[in-house]
Nanobody, 124 residues
Framework: QVQLVESGGGLVQAGGSLRLSCAAS????????IGWVRQAPGKERVFVAS????????TYTDSLKGRITIARDSAKNTWYLQMNSLKPEDTAVYYC?????????????????WGQGTQVTVSS
């Protein structure tokens, strides 16, 4: 069973950048496809981006395309979410989640494992 630990969140001014990390332990890295999901205060979790098990396919929610990039480093057992040109509306807790599905996770996918989340706060 894989454990996921997010890091890299924090307080940033609008227009700034953050790189979130999702470190995996206890599982085989290539077994999992990863999704990033965020939850703003008082709102439901929403899909942000995902990357396939082999790292060759990615997808992004339309509202964030052009500002975010999902990537992975198999040598470090870590996935990343690079976020640029941040806006106050990007403020949320960001979660990484893993699935053993062979398909690229999407907005309606179910995940098998979740991290604890990392807070991103963007000030205006």
């Amino acid at each position: 069973q894989v454990q996921l630990v997010e890091s890299g969140g924090g307080l940033v001014q609008a227009g700034g950048s953050l790189r979130l990390s999702c470190a995996a332990s206890g599982g085989t890295f290539s077994t999992y496809a990863i999704g990033w999901v965020r939850q703003a205060p008082g709102k439901e979790r929403v899909f942000v981006a995902s990357i396939s098990r082999n790292g060759l396919s990615t997808t992004y929610t339309d509202s964030l395309k052009g500002r975010i990039t999902i990537a992975r480093d198999s040598a470090k057992n870590t996935w990343y979410l690079q976020m640029n040109s941040l806006k106050p509306e990007d403020t949320a807790v960001y979660y990484c989640a893993a699935t053993v599905s062979t398909y690229l996770p999407g907005a309606d996918s179910r995940y098998d494992y979740w991290g604890q989340g990392t807070q991103v706060t963007v000030s205006s």
